[in-house]
């Protein structure tokens, strides 16, 4: 039988870049106005529970909404992760931040203009990339999208 192993010294599986928004909508509105405004077509997944928050009981710590949305056009893929009302953020360098958009398998400059784009929106209050974020925090956002609870 063959070995595999994995390089954990190599990053490159952390190819995605992260947006805070702050907008007082609550998340399934939030993934509305992307998907009318931006022409996304956000679905909604299963909540994602940190490794972490999985002992918690689920009304404890209920999880992050999650949202995700490949396009067609592109190998792009979008993630729409709620990250408010709970004690903590779903990411400690995201705090103060109400949505995380995860931009996946886009260049660097993808994420500035899709930046431009949200700041248009009216219930939007900022938008900006997430900087100075660890890998540890970076390595919870590599998850499978697989269960749709729509």
């Known amino acids: ?3 595999l192993w994995l390089d954990l010294d190599d990053s490159s599986w952390l190819d995605f870049t992260l947006i805070g928004i702050v907008a007082q909508e609550p998340d399934y509105r939030m993934a509305w106005l992307l998907n ?4 996304l077509n956000l679905k909604r997944m299963a909540d994602f529970r940190p490794p ?5 009981q ?6 992050y909404s999650v949202f995700y949305s490949p396009l067609e056009f592109s190998e792009a893929q979008f993630r729409l992760i709620g990250n ?6 779903c990411i400690k360098e995201s705090e103060g931040f109400d949505f995380i958009l995860q931009i996946s398998n ?8 899709w930046i431009q784009r949200i700041r ?3 219930t939007v209050q900022w938008c900006g990339i997430l900087k100075n974020v660890s890998e540890k925090s970076l ?6 999208d697989h269960e749709d609870t729509a």
Do not use: R, V, Y
């Open 1 to 3: 039988m063959a070995e």
């Open 36 to 39: 009318s405004h931006l022409k």
């Open 52 to 56: 972490a928050n999985l002992k918690a």
């Open 58 to 63: 689920a009304l404890e710590n209920p999880g």
């Open 84 to 89: 408010k009302s709970h004690p903590q953020p």
């Open 106 to 113: 886009a260049p660097s400059t993808f994420a500035e203009e």
């Open 120 to 122: 248009k929106l009216s």
């Open 139 to 144: 390595s919870l956002l590599i998850f499978e």
